[in-house]
């Protein structure tokens, strides 16, 4: 059972808030005029995580990877089809309507899309005082008080209390959902690619006022975005998701310094590097190959094999389970990077493997087998211990480290075209009651794939079949 701080009834620093296990959501598809249900989108197949208090946790994953599902299984805006939510060491996973409306002060979302979250009929004082109203809160000093009060946290202008949505520029619009999202002290925020529908100069801008609202109000944050560059600041740990599983769960260092995972190896890859000294950067990029496949009828094994330039047959047989393989970093791979070996005894590349391979630049595959290769020999031999030949490998990652920080500070996060995402009033809607779509139209997946300019010839770290 967490502890609770004394003073505010909240979760200790660093206990545990909420606890995710096994989560599932799978769409129903139905077809035909009875309706049947012929398959199922498995938008989250199975997520196991913990998110402590006062931490931020990052989630990344190109798009259709589940993250905005989870999103919404976590704060409850959706029902899970298996797995267990625990919030405050509580079950939450099937709570009525009324057994959640106590939660609903503690766990609130902010949508990615400050166009359309907010109802252009209303005032924004109407908008940041609903949940007051909805809750049957009196805060002390009245409603409009209170309002003005959270518009000045955000750094907005209290006069404007009785100003409507499209009178505000859109970094302004989504301080409006920072501050209904914070209106009633919640315990946990969950942001919803906070900024990908502002323009770059006004990301930095809300990512800092969501960073320094944290420090002063004691928040918890989950931020979900679809690249790295968003959350590599404001992290402490950041899981990457890949069809609907998280493939690395790992600090915000370590998963930067030594990513294990070759997913997320690539999607690091793809963060643009602006150093005009570093000549060379764009050979190190990694192209995924191929569409992410269907969420409908996932590949089997390790859902990443079709795409992934390391795998073998046991990937494609069998499913790596997310194991901590060194403190604060949890993989599921078989042949991770900068680590050693899970299965060295399966070498044989698959072809689609060999291909994957020559999207791969060399000097990416060069260190992938030198890495591997090292640490397995300096640990098979009990020369050195796994830290220590994890820190030799290091070394060498340092200057892609290095560049990347420098990418994510001028960088731009890739601009999404704002997607139509629900009005508070919507969002309100579907917490009272959550509902299963009836037909899933959409499980198309676009990929978002790194951009190689060359692709390199391949130098295959493992040997192949022929
Ligand atoms: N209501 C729904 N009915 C059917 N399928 C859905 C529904 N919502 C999401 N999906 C499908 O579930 C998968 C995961 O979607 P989700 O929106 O969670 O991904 P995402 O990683 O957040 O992507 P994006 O960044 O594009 O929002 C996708 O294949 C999507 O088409």
């Known amino acids: ?15 545990v808030l909420l606890k995710v296990t096994g989560l599932q959501k799978h769409f129903p598809i139905k077809k035909g005029l009875l309706q049947r249900q012929v398959g199922a989108v498995h938008a989250v197949d199975g997520l196991d995580f913990e998110v402590r208090s006062g931490e931020t946790l990052g989630v990344v994953g190109e798009s259709g990877c589940g993250k905005s599902t989870m999103g919404r299984l976590i704060t409850r805006l959706l029902e899970p089809t298996g797995g267990k939510v625990e919030f405050e060491g509580k079950d939450i996973t099937h709570l009525g309507v009324t057994g959640m409306r106590p939660m609903r002060r503690d766990v609130q979302m902010i949508f990615q899309d400050p166009y359309s979250s907010l109802n252009p009929r209303h005032t924004i004082g109407t908008i940041i005082g609903a949940p007051f109203r909805l809750q049957g809160v009196e805060p002390e000093g009245g409603i409009k008080k209170e309002v003005q009060r959270l518009l000045s946290v955000v750094g907005l202008n209290p006069e404007h209390y009785n100003r409507y949505p499209h009178e505000f520029s859109g970094g302004q619009r989504q301080r409006i959902g920072i501050a209904r999202a914070l209106a009633l002290k919640p315990k946990l925020v969950v942001a919803d690619e906070p900024v990908s529908a502002l323009d770059v100069s006004i990301q930095a801008q809300v990512v800092n006022l969501m960073d320094d609202l944290q420090e002063e109000l004691g928040l918890t944050y989950v931020i979900i975005a679809h690249d790295l560059s968003v959350v590599r600041h404001v992290s402490d740990r950041i899981a990457v998701m890949y069809l609907g599983k998280i493939v690395e769960l790992a600090d915000r260092d370590l998963l930067y310094k030594t990513p294990m995972h070759p997913y997320t190896k690539a999607l690091m890859s793809a963060v643009p590097i602006p150093d005009p000294k570093r000549k060379n950067a764009k050979s190190e990029r990694i192209l995924l190959k191929g569409d992410v496949p269907s969420p409908i009828s996932p590949p089997s094994g390790c859902r990443f094999h079709t795409r992934c330039w390391k795998a073998t047959e046991i990937c494609r047989t069998t499913e790596p389970a997310l194991v901590e393989l060194r403190p604060g970093q949890q993989v599921a791979c078989h042949h991770p990077e900068n680590f050693e070996d899970q299965a060295p005894q399966d070498t044989v590349l698959l072809s689609a493997a060999k291909e994957a391979a020559e ?58 075209e704002p997607e139509a995402s629900e009005s508070s009033e919507q969002a309100d809607e579907e917490a009272e009651a959550p509902e299963e779509p009836a037909t899933a139209e959409k499980p198309a997946v676009a990929e978002k794939p790194a951009v190689a300019e060359k692709p390199a010839v391949a130098e295959k770290p493992a040997a192949s079949e022929d």
């Open 1 to 15: 059972m967490p502890r609770q701080s004394e003073e505010n009834g909240r979760v200790a620093d660093g206990e």
């Open 359 to 416: 999207l791969v630049a060399d000097e990416v595959l060069a260190e992938s087998a030198q890495t591997s290769e090292a640490l397995a020999t300096a640990v098979a031999e009990g020369e050195v211990g796994t830290e220590e030949a994890t820190a030799s490998a290091d070394a060498g990652t340092e200057e892609a480290g290095a560049s990347e920080e420098a990418a994510a500070s001028d960088e731009s996060a890739a601009s999404e």
